[in-house]
């Protein structure tokens, strides 16, 4: 019978993630068509979700409006509408040869401990960085080459734009961040504790196992798991000690038999008188 050592699951869970929100916009042209696609994100949880139809908003919690009036809400999405033309035309005077064509663009705000929020806006494309833009700066990535430097250059003169893409990051971001977190609070702080298992997997080789680890179930999601060797059990302690103690005691008799078979057999050679 085989003999397996026992491990012990550790569940280390609290950690804290950088408040964040992010606006995920992804824009695909191919065929003549435009199919542009929006998400909004508070960490690695979706609270929002655009209408493309409707070009509205879709607010997957009821606290996902946060604590913005609806004419601040109104004015984010004619933003996010605007900015979806303004995608189409940026193909038009730089990409109009390329099909299909894929953007991708990153905008929101991170809250770092001791440095206040920080806002910060990424664009790809065709899944490679172009240029990205922070503290009312555009900055063209080296993948972008001469094209990114091209469009940063002509950005950095629209100052009207750049103006109200920074007070978007610096400040509204950051109010509708804060807002989000109080209103979903609730939600937000609750713990679900996790559930594990242990399944066997493909045997690693002869007289082998393989154990797999599951764990599900948890919230918040920063979580550590620790798959430990723990010491022998009491029992397996017990045994030892009892067949340690058989042994010694065996040993024992057999010490004492052959001492006493030693001294028995000159005695009984002595003649008597």
């Known amino acids: 019978m085989s003999h397996f050592p026992t491990f012990y699951l550790f569940f280390i869970t609290g950690f804290e993630e950088p408040v964040s929100y992010h606006l995920l916009q992804t824009s695909s042209f191919h065929n003549h068509s435009w199919v542009h696609l929006s998400s909004g994100w508070l960490g690695e949880l ?43 035309e940026f193909y038009t005077d730089y990409f109009m040869s390329e099909d299909p064509f894929d953007l991708q663009i990153a905008t929101g705000c991170e809250l770092h401990s001791g440095k206040g929020f920080l806002g910060l806006k990424h664009v790809a494309i065709q899944g490679y960085e172009f240029m990205s833009f922070q503290n009312e700066t555009w900055s063209p990535s080296p993948e972008g080459g001469r094209k990114a430097q091209k469009v940063c250059k002509l950005l950095s003169q629209n100052q009207d734009y750049t103006q109200r893409l920074q007070r978007l990051l610096s400040d509204t971001c950051p109010r509708f961040t804060l807002g989000l977190l109080d209103a979903g609070k609730a939600q937000l702080q609750q713990q679900v504790k996790p559930e594990a298992w242990l399944s066997s997997g493909p045997s690693p080789g002869p007289g082998r196992l393989l154990l797999v680890c599951h764990v599900s179930g948890f919230y918040p999601k920063p979580m550590w798991v620790m798959w430990m060797r723990a010491p022998p059990s009491a029992l397996g302690w017990i045994l030892l000690a009892v067949i340690v103690a058989l042994a010694l005691l065996t040993g024992l008799g057999f010490w004492f038999r052959k001492r006493w078979t030693h001294c028995e057999a000159p005695c009984s050679a002595v003649p008597l008188k």
């Open 46 to 88: 979706q609270i929002h979700r655009w209408n493309s139809s409707s070009d509205a908003i879709i607010y997957l919690y009821p606290w996902s409006r946060g604590n913005f009036s609806n004419r601040e809400l109104v004015d984010l999405e004619r933003f996010l509408r605007v900015n979806s033309i303004g995608i189409q």
